[in-house]
């Protein structure tokens, strides 16, 4: 690829207010990014943030990627420091990545007062630390901290930042707007002066913006017309105060308004599912109305635009919604669906496409349970269930038949909370009952369930229930409280995602647990 699409979501994004991503999340994030075909992914701050060390570790065993390299990002060496001696600088190496991207402030402003040292020993530290990275067989890129601020400021120093990381051998140099100040058209007079200081191309140069001003996608648009064929992003725009160029929009916008190819043939059509997905995972409700992939992006009301689209869909839609993945609708008649249904059926092994009458049930069947406040997008294994159970001789069979199921809790005299579970089930014919105690009323429903079912399934002791999260949705008369879970469950070699939704989180997180096992069983 000529361009590098650079995906921060799990560094930069990260720092947005509400999200916090265990290790497990940042595994399964990394995997979809992937999939969407970026180049790059950094995976954060290795030997600063304890978390990301770990999945630093976990990666170099579980992460086979397609399309992208793994990144570790970092920071120059300390003032007055060797680099050599410089821990962080080791825990970069010892991240073992393809690619290492350290921070250098080039605001001498920023240099003079938060590094507190001297703007010739800042130029140093960036020098000895793209060197010895180099030196130590990684390639390096250099992001600019505060550099259209700083360029403003003092062009001449802004520029010798970009100079030395270049001749110490940065393979990419990434101006970034840090404070998310900047307007399109600043960013390119700022482009076309420091390619004219230095002599660098600008091919050689990298942009990262935040949205502070509502133009971080434009800002980035701009610079890659300026020549820039590196770009950093994050999945939805997530990042600090109002975020970060959008990845979705950005690499539509190059790919299908500009024509320059950024992602490997086949990705782009992924955009809708592995944004919403990603939303999914950040436990953040996925933005309707977001540019390319919001469900609400290529939503038309009744009148003079659906008149003009029974003529011509594009009359109104200014592409074809299926390029990003996401669907046309019509809000009066509830157009949707068929498209991305048969495309993740086929993902997921079961062609739809000589099944229309099938493919239709299905669509009618996911809108119905999404208007009610069930979602697939990252709940994989749920969704293959569900068309399972549909098409003609794919279905499976439930493991067991529900007689009852009873959830106490006990809040004891020293303070401890008890769950206990009960479990009635009719399994291959015998009447089963089984108790268990648990930390939760869900963990507590999980023993007793395998308690139940043991004998029967084996397999089920190689499940571990790995992650959980509940959102509270707004119910269809405004004030009814509807629960989402969504439930991550592994056998140690591969990880699944279930959904259950009801007005009780117990019955939700039931359903959940119940397609996460019977899934599990029937891939085991």
Not at 94 to 114: G, I, Q
Not at 205 to 230: F, P, R, S, W, Y
């Amino acid at each position: 690829m000529d361009y590098q699409v650079f995906d921060t979501t799990l560094r930069d994004g990260g720092q947005r207010e509400g999200i916090s991503y265990t290790v497990a999340d940042k595994l399964a994030v990394a995997r979809l990014l992937d999939e969407f075909g970026v180049g790059f992914i950094e995976g954060g701050w290795p030997g600063a943030m304890p978390k990301d060390t770990e999945f630093f570790e976990r990666a170099k065993r579980e992460l086979e990627l397609r399309h992208a390299v793994l990144v570790a990002f970092g920071a120059t060496r300390k003032a007055g420091v060797d680099v050599a001696a410089d821990p962080q600088v080791r825990a970069l190496l010892d991240a073992e990545t393809p690619v290492v991207c350290v921070v250098a402030k080039s605001d001498l402003r920023h240099v003079e007062r938060a590094l507190r040292t001297t703007g010739d020993e800042n130029l140093a530290m960036v020098r000895d630390t793209v060197r010895h990275l180099v030196a130590n067989g990684r390639r390096a890129f250099v992001d600019c901290e505060h550099f259209f601020d700083g360029f403003r400021y003092d062009p001449a120093y802004a520029a010798s930042v970009v100079q030395a990381a270049i001749d110490a051998g940065a393979e990419r140099v990434v101006m970034c707007d840090t404070n998310g100040g900047m307007l399109p058209s600043m960013i390119t007079k700022a482009i076309t002066e420091v390619v004219e200081r230095t002599g660098v191309s600008a091919d050689r140069l990298g942009i990262h913006c935040q949205n502070d001003t509502a133009c971080a996608v434009a800002n980035t648009i701009a610079a890659v017309e300026a020549g820039v064929k590196h770009f950093q992003c994050t999945a939805n725009g997530y990042g600090e105060r109002p975020g970060n160029a959008d990845l979705f929009a950005t690499v539509s916008n190059l790919q299908l308004k500009l024509g320059l190819k950024v992602l490997p043939d086949g990705c782009l059509e992924k955009a809708t599912r592995v944004s919403t997905a990603l939303a999914e995972i950040a436990n953040i409700a996925p933005d309707t109305h977001q540019a390319y992939v919001g469900a609400a992006a290529f939503a038309h009301k009744a009148g003079l635009h659906a008149s003009a689209i029974k003529v011509d869909p594009l009359l109104y839609n200014h592409i074809d919604p299926v390029v990003v993945g996401n669907d046309m609708r019509i809000l009066v008649t509830e157009m949707a669906g068929r498209a991305s249904i048969e495309l993740k059926s086929r993902e997921l092994g079961l062609d739809l496409a000589d099944h229309p009458d099938t493919l239709s049930t299905i669509t009618r069947k996911v809108k119905d349970l999404e208007a009610g406040g069930w979602s697939f997008e990252a709940a994989d294994a749920s969704f293959e269930l569900l068309v399972r159970n549909e098409l003609p001789g794919a279905d499976v069979t439930r493991p067991f038949a529900l007689e009852s199921y009873r959830v106490l809790v006990e809040h004891r005299e020293d303070g401890k909370v008890i769950s206990e579970a009960t479990v009635k089930v009719r399994v291959k014919g015998e009447r089963v009952i089984a108790t268990a105690e648990g930390n939760g009323p869900v963990n507590a429903l999980d023993e007793a369930l395998r308690t139940a079912l043991s004998n029967h399934y084996p397999a089920l002791k190689s499940f571990e229930l790995n992650d959980y999260k509940v959102r509270i949705l707004e119910g269809s008369h405004g004030t009814n409280a509807i629960t989402r879970v969504l439930l991550e469950t592994s056998d140690h070699s591969r990880e699944w995602t279930t959904v259950g939704v009801h007005e009780n989180v117990v019955e939700a997180s039931w359903t959940a647990l119940v397609d996460a096992l019977t899934y599990g069983l029937a891939k085991s």
